[in-house]
């Protein structure tokens, strides 16, 4: 129709789907969700499709709803004035509203050797290229993973549960998030799958080289194939095209996702900065992000004041192979409590959840994509403590803040 209002989503990860479905409830907005690869990629098994034990992509058509129009391009430049957007190669799409929604990458490592001799591992194609030096290899390669946050806690996992002779180097803590008796059953199942965990202070790589990774401490740690997984990062779309962005490249945004510069542009997942208060990277907030998202495009449209964002965590589920898993519980302002399930069973109840999780997690983009506005959280989920700080700015410095429910 061609007076329908034009709505392009830029990412197709986890909350620019759910955003791009969302859009749908209106019959008269048209959605084009615009993303470089043709396939949804399921990021929290990219560590699968390197051991093999899953392909960890979606065809598109089982997540989007049947209404919106898949672009495959890059794009390459927002010109907020125009509202346009140019895409690699040449041509451009023109927008009514606008939702940045471009994810995580991995962050690039200014550890010397590191970008030569290390394999990230974030993205489908990071992945696809670390599974053929992983077989090249050879089952008895020494291997090493950095970084022990759940991407690399689940690779070591993974590949020690193949027999791999794997070593995780933390850089200090094992799984930062965990609470102390949840980071003590993860040790004990790497320790059951024959993971070598070398954390404290002493273990910060200083350096790569082509069969070792050297330690702050003095050690080195030979290594045949080295894994990257510390720190993520995220494109800078946002800052090239002349957005306000906080250090680290996130688009910054008022509480309803919306740009600081252009109310015509808002915000979801990763690459979203609220009120300078960006929520942990996870498909557990991207999915919550994506729908406030288009719930801010979709009150706009008629005329109504958008929500603030509320986002709420459960934890962080964690698989450790395929036999075993954890589940972290948490205060839904993300701070993990004593509370877990695993360990002492093996760990099965937790790979259980953590498979549930995974397939509830496809599952919910698609009854999204049939029910828009389905997997909807109610606002009590939000963090009562992030309300406390704006509340607070607003009372500090009352021009600067916006406001708040």
Not at 211 to 217: F, I
Not at 285 to 295: N, P
Not at 371 to 385: E, L
Request: charged share 20%.
């Amino acid at each position: 129709m061609s007076d329908a209002t034009q709505v392009v989503v830029v990412g197709g990860g986890y909350a620019g789907v759910t955003a791009a479905n969302r859009l749908t409830k209106r019959d008269d907005v048209a959605v084009t969700l615009v993303n470089a690869r043709p396939t949804f990629v399921e990021r929290i098994r990219l560590h699968q499709r390197v051991a093999g034990s899953h392909d960890a992509v979606v065809d598109y058509r089982e997540v989007l709803a049947d209404a919106v129009r898949l672009e495959v391009a890059t794009v390459e430049r927002i010109d907020a004035a125009t509202r346009r957007l140019e895409l690699a190669g040449g041509g451009s799409l023109g927008y009514d509203y606008l939702v940045y929604a471009v994810g995580s990458t991995s962050a690039a490592p200014a550890v010397p050797g590191a970008a030569e001799h290390a394999y990230p591992l974030a993205s489908l194609e990071e992945a696809d290229r670390l599974a053929p030096e992983l077989a090249a290899a050879g089952r008895e390669a020494r291997i090493t993973v950095v970084g022990a946050g759940p991407s690399g806690i689940e690779t070591a996992s993974e590949l020690a549960e193949q027999g791999r002779a794997v070593t995780l180097v933390c850089g200090d803590v094992l799984g930062p998030y965990l609470h102390p008796k949840g980071r003590s059953a993860v040790a004990a199942a790497l320790g059951r799958l024959g993971v070598a965990v070398l954390a404290g202070p002493g273990t910060m790589v200083t350096a790569v080289t082509g069969d070792a990774v050297q330690l702050a401490d003095g050690r080195d740690v030979p290594s045949d194939v080295t894994i990257w997984t510390a720190g993520f990062a995220v494109p800078d779309l946002a800052a090239r095209s002349g957005l306000s962005t906080d250090a680290a490249g996130r688009l910054r945004t008022d509480e309803t996702l919306t740009s600081v510069d252009d109310d015509r542009i808002v915000a979801a997942g990763d690459a979203g900065a609220p009120s300078d208060l960006p929520f942990r990277m996870s498909c557990q907030a991207a999915g919550q992000l994506g729908g406030a998202a288009a719930d801010t495009v979709l009150a706009r449209l008629v005329g109504t004041e958008p929500a603030p964002v509320a986002v709420g965590f459960l934890g962080q589920c964690l698989s450790l192979g395929r036999g075993a898993g954890l589940f972290q519980f948490a205060r839904r302002g993300d701070v993990p409590v004593r509370v877990f399930l695993g360990g002492r069973l093996g760990g099965r109840p937790g790979a259980w959840l953590k498979e549930l999780v995974c397939r509830s997690t496809v599952q919910g983009l698609t009854w999204e994509a049939r029910r828009p506005g389905i997997m909807r959280y109610p606002s009590f989920v939000g963090d009562p403590r992030r309300r406390e700080v704006l509340r607070a700015r607003r009372a500090a410095a009352p021009s600067d803040v916006v406001p708040v429910a």
